[in-house]
């Protein structure tokens, strides 16, 4: 198997392109440029008890997470990420030769996580406006795929699936993973339908809008009688201390973090409106944190290495189906203003 493709940590971009890393201007991993509430930092440096193991099932942090979201702490699992969940789901869902539907261009961790336990991947291919597949994917589903992920807002493409769309593929009855790590930026959740359906998992994490990616902290909201069993067969200590007293201060700033995200979703527009200017690019609509968009044919490698000489970190996927695309993440109005003026000088040549 291919293993996942990473992006470059900022300790090797210094060294690589030569330049201090407070000068680097990271928009390649979809991170909140603001940082985490400064109740995580406060919390974290008068933690008194690091030499004591975590609390297993996480409890604090769940009930937490229960008047988040709204469901039952019983119906919530915490992970490693939300890439940790995603590798439960397969754990206990796949055994080797099992289908699971993966709607590309996607989210890589769905096919990774598929091909170390041995599923198979069946990829079926969004429009050229990035919706996915409906027929396809219940198709898929119907004829023994046992699970199907769609993220929604998707990663790179920015768009979200519809109520409806959602609704058809839980009509088949198999396990429908909605992937709403961009949910804070959306506003749009599945949740609801979780009262109705045995067969609806959703999937969330603090990467994105609580500034905490670096400490790893996702979950997944579940019928109760699943997330029983993927209490059962989780690692007992997969979430560190660190990681939950950093989940559970972010949910008691709220009024804080909501006010960075709304900061960076006016970002989002600016930065989309900058990116249209461009008569070479086209950005498509987004409602993460991160703007897809196409750069014509050939010329996406040559956009990205010109910026990254330039110290600005932007992603290319190196797959067929996007090689003519670019993804920015929203960063500060600075960080905008940087990749307009290297855009101006790169596309101009
Ligand atoms: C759609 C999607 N799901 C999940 C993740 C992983 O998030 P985490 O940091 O919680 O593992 C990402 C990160 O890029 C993502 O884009």
Known sequence: MKPYSYITPLEVMTEDAGIPIERLIKLDGNENPYGCSPRVKKALSNYPYYHIYPD???????????????????????????????????????????????????????HFSTEAWA?????????????????????????????????????????????????????????????????????????????????????????????????????????????RHLMKIKPPYNVNVAAQ??????????????QTIKVIITERQRLFTKLAGFSRLKPYPS?????????????????????RRRGILIRYFDTPLLKDYIRISVGKPEHTDAVVAALNEILLK
């Open 56 to 110: 297993s099932e996480q409890r604090e942090l769940r009930r937490a997470l229960a008047d988040y979201v709204g469901i039952p702490a019983d119906q919530i699992v915490v992970g490693s990420g939300s890439d940790e969940i995603i590798d439960f789901i397969m754990r206990l869902f796949i055994d080797p030769g099992n289908g699971v539907v993966n709607c590309v261009p996607t989210f890589g961790m769905y």
């Open 245 to 258: 007293i950093a989940a559970i201060e972010s949910l008691k700033d709220l009024d804080h973090l909501q």
């Open 287 to 307: 409602d993460a944190n991160f703007i897809l968009c196409s750069a014509g044919s050939n010329q996406a490698t040559r956009i990205y290495q010109e910026l």
């Open 119 to 227: 599923g198979k991947i069946v990829s079926i291919p969004r429009d050229k406006g990035f919706a996915i597949d409906v027929r396809a994917v219940k198709k898929a589903l119907n004829e023994g795929a046992k699970v199907a992920f769609v993220a929604s807002p998707n990663n790179p493409s920015g768009n979200t699936t519809s109520r409806e769309d959602i609704l058809e593929l839980l009509g088949t009855g198999a396990i429908v993973v909605v992937d709403e790590a961009y949910y804070e930026f959306s506003g749009q959740t599945m949740v609801p339908l979780m009262a109705d359906h045995d067969n609806l998992i959703v999937l969330r994490t603090f990467s994105k809008w609580a500034g905490i990616a670096g400490l790893r902290v996702g979950y997944g909201i579940f019928p109760e009688n699943i997330a």
